[in-house]
């Protein structure tokens, strides 16, 4: 990452993105313990607020030891943590993450995760510099796919049983969709150029 200094808490119009605190970890415990959401993102559904508490310190963790990569999507109206956004997968070396979210189930359909992921998008190629943002999507993905397709991602092709679909016991395929900065539209001077490593 930029050694440039950011404020990890940023706005939208419903939004507060900020980092994972552990008074998160109920909301965690909603999200990722829900198995509609955790479907088709290739781990378990967690089963405990012990589990939700020890998540959200991995969180802490990964922050400090990776740099700021993840943001708990909180509603400006009552602060309540409905979903997740990260980067995963930083390769400094060659400017490109994996970005992947998160939202609890009684706030689809509302414009909230494209909302959060359109800050954070502008703040990977802005504030993190990277050139190329990739989105590994299960092929059945309905909503994700959506989503990604409506943020600008182009679709690249297919990873046959790249992940596990934990819930339902089996290998899934996955579409790889990427976004490059130059697709994005905004302007930085360092836009062509491979940077710190
Ligand atoms: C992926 C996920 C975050 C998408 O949630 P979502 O609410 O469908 O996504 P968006 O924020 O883009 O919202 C789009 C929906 O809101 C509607 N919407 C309402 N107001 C809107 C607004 N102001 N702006 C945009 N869309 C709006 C859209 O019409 C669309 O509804 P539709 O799907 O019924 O057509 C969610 O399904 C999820 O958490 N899935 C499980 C986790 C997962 O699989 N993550 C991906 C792997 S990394």
Redesign the pocket.
């Known amino acids: 990452m930029n050694s440039v200094t950011v404020s990890s808490v940023m706005e939208t119009d419903r939004l507060v993105l900020r980092e994972h605190t552990i008074q998160d970890a109920q909301a965690i415990l909603e999200?990722f313990g829900d198995t509609?959401?955790?479907?088709?993102?290739g781990m378990k559904p967690v089963s405990s607020l012990d589990d939700a508490i020890k998540m959200v310190n991995y969180f802490e963790r990964n922050r400090k030891e990776n740099g700021l990569n993840r943001w708990a999507v909180a509603l400006k109206k009552n602060r309540h943590v409905v979903?997740s956004i990260f980067y995963t997968n930083i390769e400094k070396p060659y400017s490109r993450a994996e970005?992947?979210?998160?939202?609890n189930?009684s706030?689809?359909?509302?414009?909230?995760?494209?909302?959060?992921?359109e800050k954070i998008i502008s703040f990977g190629f802005e504030h993190m510099s990277l050139n190329r943002i990739q989105?590994?999507?299960?092929v059945d993905?309905r909503?994700?796919i959506?989503?990604v397709k409506?943020l600008g991602f182009r679709k690249e092709g297919i990873l046959r049983e790249h992940n596990f679909n934990y819930v339902e016991n089996r290998f899934a395929d996955m579409y790889a969709f990427a976004l490059l900065v130059k697709e994005h539209g905004i302007q930085r001077e360092d836009s062509n150029t491979l940077l710190e490593r």
């Open positions: 999200i509609e959401v955790m479907r088709h993102f979903g970005i992947g979210f998160l939202l189930r706030y689809w359909g509302k414009g909230i995760m494209h909302e959060a992921a989105a590994l999507v299960s993905n909503r994700s959506s989503l409506r």
